[in-house]
């Protein structure tokens, strides 16, 4: 499939989001440039105050689900929209501008919004309608070979695979055909380099590449689990990868000796310095922050939380800044790993990553607003019609590190 289309939150290398641009590090904050300015109008309901042209549902998606498995109950303004920018056969696009109009074939729908649009409506509860929709569109999307891809009729691939996989978990359904199987094809041997890892798709000649966002992603989809995870029973055995067949005589891994051996690579990739570090081409390694979270997600998840404590240190002591960077669905990613791992997303090395993530909602920023006009009103003595105009300048997301499958939900193909 196209590179760009399925990276597409992570398109904005020189428009929103700001791939490209590898001299720029995620705790230098204020050496970043600017995204574009948002539209001046943005849905009142939307999360963030960037472009949501790339991510709107991805992010509010997240969003939502960080806010209810934190316990709050999600505004409904914030529910509504995202139901709104259902398509009529069930389906997501990115961001729909104007809900009213139809869903044509032009519309960019792709199964990482929709999937991440089912696990939203799933936990907050009351659009039971669409979420059935969407659950009968992915599942029509299914590939001959079990797995997805990120656009309606695309080669599968990993990143795809498991979050739907999580959607059809969270909405209590099943697939028509096991994506297991695939999984497991695009596990590598664990005698080979990055033994245990998964491969976002097969290169040229079928090589396979392991990749960590992959990985996380494929650990969960084994494990048939969505984003939001508590910390499974601790295994007797340490992480370590193996080749198929212990205990069973198979010769084809099992889901659960995918999960380990996916589980295993992570384990051991950041068992040196606490979190994972960024391979996009050209770009310097640097901590990536996102792929990080979502690692200690993908461990807890098996229960390897002892593996996964020095890396949930490690982002206590560093991510916060580049959550503040990166938008709501940074914020969000951090709160499900500390959930993961039974900590308090409150008390995150200081920062409380719900009332951040909270202020990046709808309910504040109507009250941003309403402050503001009562200032216009004053400044002009009453005067005006008290309706100021409302520029939102859309925040700086980090240049191509720390996205993670969780955050951006389409990365690109490793290179």
């Excluded at 259902?86 to 990482?112: H, M």
């Excluded at 601790?234 to 084809?252: R, W």
């Amino acid at each position: 499939m196209n590179v760009l289309r399925r990276s597409a939150a992570v398109l904005a290398a020189t428009a929103v989001i700001g791939m490209a641009a590898p001299t720029i590090t995620a705790t230098a904050a204020d050496t970043a440039s600017p995204s574009p300015t948002a539209p001046a109008t943005l849905p009142s309901g939307l999360f963030g105050d960037s472009d949501p042209k790339y991510d709107g549902v991805w992010r509010q998606s997240l969003a939502l689900l960080a806010q209810h498995t934190a316990g709050e109950t999600p505004a409904a303004e914030a529910v509504d929209w995202l139901a709104g920018q259902q398509c009529a056969d069930g389906s997501f696009a990115p961001f729909r501008a104007d809900p009213t109009v139809a869903c044509d074939a032009k519309a960019a729908v792709d199964t990482n919004s929709t999937a991440a649009a089912v696990q939203a409506l799933a936990a907050v509860g009351g659009h039971g309608g669409a979420v059935d929709r969407a659950v009968g569109w992915l599942k029509a999307r299914q590939n001959n070979d079990g797995g997805w891809g990120y656009a309606p009729g695309s080669p599968s691939d990993t990143n795809s695979t498991g979050v739907v996989v999580g959607a059809l978990a969270a909405a209590g359904a099943s697939a028509d055909r096991s994506p297991y199987d695939l999984l497991a094809t695009w596990s590598i041997p664990c005698d080979q380099a990055g033994g245990g890892g998964l491969a976002y798709q097969p290169g040229k000649k079928g090589k396979l590449t392991a990749n960590a966002d992959a990985t996380a992603a494929g650990v969960l989809g084994a494990l048939g689990k969505g984003f939001v995870t508590t910390a499974g029973k601790t295994p007797a055995e340490a992480p370590a990868c193996s080749d198929p067949g212990s205990g069973s005589g198979s010769k084809t891994l099992t889901r659960a000796e995918v999960a380990r051996n996916g589980g295993a690579y992570l384990a051991d990739a950041m068992s040196a310095k606490g979190y994972l570090v960024t391979a996009l081409a050209g770009a310097a390694p640097q901590p990536d922050y996102g792929n990080t979270a979502d690692a200690v997600v993908a461990l807890a998840a098996q229960g390897w939380t002892e593996q996964a404590r020095k890396p949930y240190a490690w982002l206590t002591a560093h991510a916060a800044p580049w959550a503040k960077q990166s938008g709501p669905a940074a914020y969000a990613e951090l709160v499900l790993a500390a959930h993961a791992m039974g900590a308090d997303p409150r008390d995150f090395g200081g920062t409380d990553l719900v009332a951040a993530l909270d202020a990046t909602g709808p309910a504040q920023r109507q009250a941003a607003r309403h402050t503001e006009t009562k200032t216009e009103a004053k400044k002009d003595g009453g005067k005006s019609s008290g309706t100021s105009v409302w520029w939102i300048v859309g925040t700086c997301l980090v240049a191509g590190i720390g996205i993670g499958f969780l955050l951006s939900g389409r990365r690109k193909q490793q290179l």
